[in-house]
């Protein structure tokens, strides 16, 4: 049983693929308005559920994030089924998986929107448990309450697996040490008032990626929701499509 949102979508286009990627705790359905628009300029785009999400919390916290990176590489396989040349956009911790995976497959170009690189203060990661300590624990989400998104784009878990949390840490590790092998053509966005992952991730991407193209947008007025956000989704879809295009904004 999954929730509703949690559908994976594939959008039939072009022979450009764009694989999207959600991010931790969420739904394909958080990007359904970014690949409906993506389509819309000729694109063929396949949004994934990353392994854990969108079932049960109790699914989730069974879950090591080499399951997650093997749902990468499971949409990586059928995208490159239908389409010649593949360019992938993740989401949060999604961007941190659309990174590894360009290390490891042929990708035209990576977009990380908010990558959590660093975790932002005001999410008291220091008072994270010790990883046995947070085995069969669980902490209590807000509901999100968006209004113009796709149905189910609300429906994340209530609450959240503390176990879950070393795995994201874990997963962001690996990254930061194959950092250098990211060499894809590489836009970075961030919202300035990202509450989650902290703006100074984008800093380190731009400066540690072996991308001899990389390209950072950083928008003031935007926080973590950056497919979401009404009034901020408009420009980072924009600047997107322009990206995966190679237009000039």
Known sequence: MHLVGAEPFFLPGGRHGVLLIHGFTG??????LLGAYLNERGFTVLAIRLAGHGTTVEDLSRMEHEDWMDSVRDGYAILSGACDRISVVGHSMGAVFALLLSVEAEVAHVVSLGAPIMIAPEQGLEHLPTREACIDRYVPKARRKLRDVPQGANNTYRRMPLVSIHELLDVVAI????????????????????????????DYLYENVGSPHCEKFILPDAGHLLPLDTGVRERVFARTAAFLTGDTL
Do not use: M
């Open 175 to 202: 990254l930061c040490r194959q950092i250098g092998r990211v060499t894809a053509p590489l836009l970075i966005v961030h919202g300035e008032r990202d509450h989650t992952a902290d703006p100074k991730s984008a």
């Open 27 to 32: 739904l394909p359905a958080e990007l359904r």
